[in-house]
């Protein structure tokens, strides 16, 4: 299975063949997407227009409120909100971009519409061990985002004149995000460039963290410190650390997606703690988040025990049965990785 893989000179040059004439292009990403994956559809979505083609951005589910601010985002359809207009796109289209997934899998409900889509398929993301359902590929762990890749690849077809303020604005927030503001391992030498380069392009770097980071509601704030508070664990002797909420607990403070957003990074703060776990329980199964300093693999994790996967200090799974069911499994499953939480 690929690790890795770049674009050659020659399917650059076939791709841009195909841009250089209107199209009609539709650009999807994964499930419950994060700032990433609405940021680096959107900035294409923007390059796009410029380009004369007609391009949808498709979301396989709902995000979060405060990446609604995107420009752009009022155009996005929803697979759950305009499941009839959605097929009828596929069916029109041209192009399909597959953005910050490395399978089909993780299109959940859009899965049989991105794999039976018989027009042009490109994919471009940043996750290990994709599987080869497009075309072309553009698949770079090393970096940061896969909003790092779409300036990659604007600028690889010639196009960098093209990055506008709103091109501008969607790429700085998908590195922003995916990065953790700048404080993951993953941050390289060219996010921060890119970064740059994005603020001299007009992105307004003050008011996209203003959205980003200062627009929390009230319950928010307080799911954050109920979570700390009362519902967290560690495990000294293993250097763990894990936060466990009920569907009970996210009712008490009027969940929305995207309130638990950064609350495992909290566990991973603790002194000595190489692996910290936010468990969510759903109807039927519990979601993971896993965050991992050092050489703590939780991708390998997550992928191994949690029907998941990602990178090597971020992952997610997920795993049916119920919250007290998942943290016996958790707790057993860990012991086989002392070694490297230690």
Same mark, same amino acid.
């Given at each position: 299975?690929?690790?890795?893989?770049?674009?050659?000179?020659?399917?650059?040059?076939r791709? %841009? $063949?195909?841009l250089? =004439?209107?199209?009609? /292009?539709? #650009?999807?990403?994964?499930?419950l &997407?994060d700032? @990433?994956?609405? !940021?680096?559809?959107?900035?294409?979505?923007?390059?796009?227009?410029?380009k004369?083609?007609?391009?949808?951005?498709i979301?396989?589910s709902?995000?979060?409120?405060f990446?609604?601010?995107?420009?752009?985002?009022?155009?996005?359809?929803?697979?759950?909100?305009?499941?009839?207009?959605?097929?009828?796109?596929?069916?029109?289209?041209?192009m399909?971009?597959?953005l910050?997934?490395?399978?089909?899998?993780?299109?959940?409900?859009? %899965? $049989?519409?991105?794999? =039976?889509?018989?027009? /042009?398929? #490109?994919?471009i993301?940043?996750h &290990?061990?994709? @599987?080869d359902f !497009?075309?072309?590929?553009?698949?770079?762990?090393?970096?940061?985002?896969?909003?790092?890749?779409?300036f990659?690849?604007?600028?690889?077809?010639g196009?960098?004149?093209?990055i506008?303020?709103?091109?501008?604005?969607?790429?700085?927030t998908?590195?922003?995000?995916?990065?953790?503001?700048?404080?993951?391992?993953?941050?390289?030498?060219n996010?921060?460039y890119?970064?740059?380069?994005?603020?001299?392009?007009?992105?307004d770097?003050?008011?996209?963290?203003?959205?980003?980071?200062?627009?929390?509601?009230?319950d928010?704030?307080?799911?954050?410190?109920?979570a700390?508070?009362?519902?967290?664990?560690?495990?000294?002797?293993?250097?763990?650390?894990?936060?466990?909420?009920?569907?009970?607990?996210?009712?008490?403070?009027?969940?929305?997606?995207?309130?638990?957003?950064g609350l495992?990074?909290?566990?991973?703060?603790?002194?000595?703690?190489?692996?910290?776990?936010?468990?969510?329980?759903?109807?039927?199964?519990?979601?993971?988040?896993?965050?991992?300093?050092?050489?703590?693999?939780?991708?390998?994790i997550?992928?191994e025990?949690?029907?998941g996967?990602?990178?090597r200090?971020?992952a997610?799974?997920?795993?049916?049965?119920t919250l007290?069911?998942?943290?016996?499994q958790?707790?057993?499953?860990i012991?086989?990785?002392?070694?490297k939480?230690?």
């Amino acid at each position: 299975m690929q690790t890795q893989k770049e674009m050659t000179k020659k399917e650059i040059s076939r791709i %841009k $063949e195909q841009l250089d =004439s209107p199209k009609k /292009i539709i #650009i999807t990403t994964h499930q419950l &997407p994060d700032g @990433d994956a609405m !940021g680096s559809s959107l900035a294409f979505y923007h390059y796009l227009l410029q380009k004369g083609h007609k391009a949808t951005v498709i979301s396989p589910s709902n995000y979060p409120n405060f990446l609604k601010w995107l420009p752009g985002n009022d155009n996005v359809l929803n697979y759950y909100l305009d499941k009839d207009l959605i097929i009828k796109r596929f069916d029109e289209a041209d192009m399909m971009f597959c953005l910050d997934y490395n399978t089909p899998d993780r299109a959940k409900g859009l %899965k $049989e519409l991105v794999t =039976s889509f018989d027009g /042009i398929k #490109i994919v471009i993301d940043h996750h &290990p061990d994709p @599987d080869d359902f !497009g075309d072309y590929m553009l698949s770079v762990v090393s970096s940061s985002s896969t909003a790092e890749l779409i300036f990659e690849f604007i600028t690889s077809l010639g196009d960098r004149g093209l990055i506008n303020k709103d091109v501008a604005a969607c790429i700085y927030t998908g590195i922003l995000t995916d990065t953790g503001s700048f404080s993951y391992g993953s941050t390289s030498a060219n996010a921060h460039y890119i970064a740059g380069e994005m603020i001299k392009a007009g992105a307004d770097n003050l008011m996209i963290q203003d959205h980003i980071f200062q627009s929390n509601t009230e319950d928010r704030i307080r799911l954050l410190g109920y979570a700390i508070s009362e519902k967290l664990k560690v495990v000294k002797d293993l250097n763990v650390a894990y936060i466990m909420l009920s569907i009970e607990d996210l009712e008490k403070f009027n969940f929305q997606q995207g309130d638990t957003e950064g609350l495992v990074n909290h566990a991973l703060s603790i002194n000595k703690v190489s692996l910290a776990v936010l468990m969510t329980e759903k109807t039927g199964s519990v979601k993971f988040s896993f965050r991992s300093s050092g050489k703590c693999p939780a991708n390998l994790i997550a992928k191994e025990h949690f029907n998941g996967g990602g990178h090597r200090n971020a992952a997610g799974g997920e795993r049916s049965g119920t919250l007290q069911d998942a943290e016996t499994q958790f707790l057993a499953i860990i012991l086989n990785y002392k070694d490297k939480l230690t």
